[in-house]
């Protein structure tokens, strides 16, 4: 009797904590990774990393010095070296250490031994950059960041660069606008892609940028957001006036920068300039960000004269792509397709747009048309997407360079609050102001009375 009380004493405690460990973990890995999770992939690594080297293959044979000192003080068998480790550095989703490689290996070989590091040390995933020649860095991440979505406190907005989404190595991924001027984002129904677009109209909507919206699904994603919008055009006749506006805009800019070039020889080299952000302050125009909501509508044709608009439209859209980053015009192209079948020009249009990103689709076609001619091997995570997991895309660039990220959760009512709050900072760009959407004016409650009216007594 007396054992079953010491085994009900010992063992109940160590089942409930055991229970409530592995709860926690299924339930709230944020919460068990910094209580649990860390401390036990901790130990791991520094009890193993030598053996999981070897057994990896990322150990080298030691120095002729190394064995003679070993040999001379001890008689313990030489065993082959590991990379030198550095300081384990844990961070909130996972841990970040340095490797300094042994000579003779590369960054290729310890990525290619990322999968058998993440099972030997416990971790949801490892991945590895370069940091300099002959140092990587390893960064454990301990559980899927991408299930449930929290930026990074240190994920701030600078002009043009927005935070939208959440790579799967727990790093925020950032819409840079000067690195990557022009982007394709495709999804189905549902897939989340309204919901990155909302982050970027919402990121660009607090800096002193120029948002113009062509939404030809008669202005139902972007009209929402109006008080910050500089022009929105919500049919493809609206689009066919407002893209040569915005091609005579960007002619006038490049004008303004000929004009800046077509100075004294004596100008110093710094104040030679060949796009708007060499320009000083005082005569830098405002940047542009042109979002295309659901471009195939702009293709469709129906008539003849359709035809021709399409034509005039496709090739407006190309000139802004083409020629539009020096100006500080810059394309966001949103759709559920976008390929050949579109029409003439479509494909010379994509091949401009140099971010890809693919949210879930509906077929594998589709998702060659985002990825196929960037990333291959990024067609089929795209494909792979689950329909339980709407936000979740495949980025990638020209680079060849894809991950997978995901947006986090935005209700349609706080993005356009934050708009209307940020109504202020629209610019004033005359040319687009007869395309400016009306604002309804928002009806102002009246407070409630203190206290039920009583009669006048007579």
């Known amino acids: 009797m007396s054992d079953l009380v010491t085994l009900l004493e010992v063992g109940g405690p160590v089942a409930v904590l055991g229970g409530g460990a592995a709860y926690t973990r299924a339930k709230h890995p ?5 209580t649990v999770g860390l401390l036990i992939s901790t130990a791991r690594l520094l009890g193993s990393y030598g053996s999981v080297m070897e057994a990896c293959g990322l ?67 490892v991945y590895v950059s370069t940091v300099k020649p002959g140092v990587v860095e390893l960064r454990l991440v301990g559980f899927d960041v991408l299930r449930n979505v929290r930026m990074p406190r240190k994920a701030t907005a600078e002009l043009l660069k927005v935070p939208v989404a959440l790579r799967e190595d727990a790093t925020p991924f950032v819409r840079d606008y000067r690195t990557i001027p ?36 008669r202005g139902v994603e972007l009209a929402p957001f109006a ?46 300039t060949s796009d708007i952000w060499g320009l000083p302050d005082g005569e830098r125009p405002v940047p542009i960000v042109l979002f295309v909501d659901e471009v195939a509508e702009l293709f469709l044709v129906a008539t003849k004269k359709d035809e021709e608009r399409r034509d005039e439209m496709v090739t407006q859209l190309i000139r802004l792509a083409q020629l539009g980053r020096a100006a500080g015009i810059y394309l966001e192209v949103c759709g ?118 009583r009669p006048v007594a007579d």
């Not at 006036?241 to 100075?263: C, F, H, N, S, T």
Request: proline share 9%.
């Open 59 to 125: 150990t080298v044979a030691p120095s002729r010095l190394r064995v003679l000192a070993v040999k001379a003080t001890t008689r313990r068998e030489v065993r082959p070296v590991p990379p030198r480790r550095g300081i384990i550095r844990p961070t909130t989703t996972g841990l970040r250490l340095r490797l300094r490689l042994a000579p003779g290996q590369e960054p290729a070989d310890v990525a290619a031994s990322a999968e058998r590091l993440r099972h030997a040390w416990g971790v949801h995933a």
């Open 336 to 453: 559920q397709r976008f390929g050949a079948e579109l029409g003439k020009g479509a494909t010379m249009l994509r091949a401009q747009l140099t971010g890809r990103v693919c949210h879930r689709v509906n077929d594998e076609a589709s998702a060659k048309m985002a990825l196929g001619d960037i990333a291959p091997e990024a067609v089929f995570a795209a494909c792979a997407i689950a329909p339980e997991l709407p936000g979740l895309a495949v980025a990638g660039d020209t680079s060849g360079g894809w991950s997978r990220i995901r947006t986090p959760y935005l209700s349609l009512g706080a993005a356009a609050e934050i708009c209307r709050e940020s109504a202020h900072l629209v610019p004033d760009l005359p040319a687009l102001k007869s395309f400016r959407p009306d604002v309804p004016v928002r009806p102002v409650e009246s407070a409630a009375p203190a206290g039920q009216p």
């Open 227 to 272: 008080a910050r919008l500089s022009a929105l055009a919500t049919d493809p006749d609206e689009a066919a006036e407002l893209l040569p506006v915005l091609v005579k805009e960007m002619e006038d800019r490049y004008d303004l920068i000929k004009a800046r070039q077509g100075i004294a020889p004596s100008t110093p080299d710094e104040e030679i």
């Open 30 to 34: 944020r919460v068990y990774w910094p």
């Open 182 to 217: 022009h982007q394709l984002t495709l999804g189905a129904t549902l897939s989340g892609k309204s919901m990155y677009l909302r982050h970027l109209v919402t990121g660009l909507a607090r800096q002193p940028v120029a948002l113009v919206g062509i939404d030809c699904k």
